[in-house]
């Protein structure tokens, strides 16, 4: 089955500066690949998604890249602000899975003032 | 749009009983919703993808007449833990997608359930 394993744990940033969080999967054949964010106690808000047939996306700060090749995404957040603090996860699914996600284990962001 | 809702959002009970918790997609027709467990500062663990009309598929180690899992409808899945005890007590929540192929889950405000 697929896994995923993101990196890093944790992440503390001064507000305005970015922040970077990279994952990896294994299963060749997923081709959706949604972050979601979740502050203590909350849901998990889809914040950006991209599918294979794409590269990269935007979406005014927040951006991912994927490489198909290498089998890695990132997600990249610039000009921080507090507000962005919470627990990011990655996710992949495969097209083979019922529309099933394998989550990363998640990645604790700090934006400091 | 994309709406789901998850009731309750708390809940404590004694040792021994059954508590069940309810997943509703608001605004879409939700033909696969998945059930998740997440202890504290840990990702999401599928538990269970439930498709309307049909058994529950359930991940391996999650046994499967502990967590009673019901889709009776393309809006309402129901999550039922059968005689919770304190190492049951955790973050449950679900998720639901919509009709067609490539569809993004969106997730239910969870339920913390406590078991004394």
């Known amino acids: 089955g697929e896994n995923v394993e993101q990196h890093p744990s944790t992440l503390s940033v001064q507000e305005g500066d970015s922040a970077v969080i990279k994952c990896t999967y294994s299963d060749s054949a997923s081709n959706y690949f949604p972050w979601y964010k979740q502050e203590l106690g909350k849901r998990p808000q889809l914040i950006i998604d991209i599918r294979s047939n794409v590269g990269e996306k935007k979406d005014q700060r927040i951006a991912v890249t994927l490489n198909k090749t290498a089998k890695h995404f990132s997600l990249h957040i610039t000009e921080t602000q507090p507000e962005d603090s919470a627990v990011y996860f990655c996710?992949?699914?495969?097209?083979?899975?019922?529309?099933?996600?394998?989550f990363g284990a998640g990645t604790q962001v700090v934006v400091t003032p | 749009g994309a709406v789901v809702s998850q009731h309750p959002s708390w809940v404590i009970c004694k040792s021994g009983t059954s508590v069940k918790i309810e997943c509703r997609s608001l605004?879409?027709?939700?033909?696969?919703m998945f059930w998740y467990r997440q202890f504290p500062k840990q990702s999401l663990m599928l538990m269970a993808t439930?498709?309307?009309?049909?058994?529950?598929?359930?991940e391996q180690g999650v046994e499967k007449d502990k967590f009673l899992i019901n889709h009776a409808s393309l809006t309402l899945s129901t999550l039922t833990v059968t005689s919770a005890h304190p190492e049951d007590s955790s973050f449950y929540i679900c998720?639901?997608?919509?009709?067609?192929?490539?569809?993004?889950?969106?997730f239910g405000d969870g339920t913390r359930l406590s078991i004394l």
């Open positions: 998720s639901a997608t919509g009709v067609g192929n490539n569809q993004p889950q969106h």
């Open positions: 996710a992949a699914r495969s097209t083979d899975s019922w529309g099933k996600l394998q």
């Open positions: 605004d879409f027709q939700a033909t696969t």
């Open positions: 439930s498709n309307e009309g049909s058994k529950a598929t359930y």
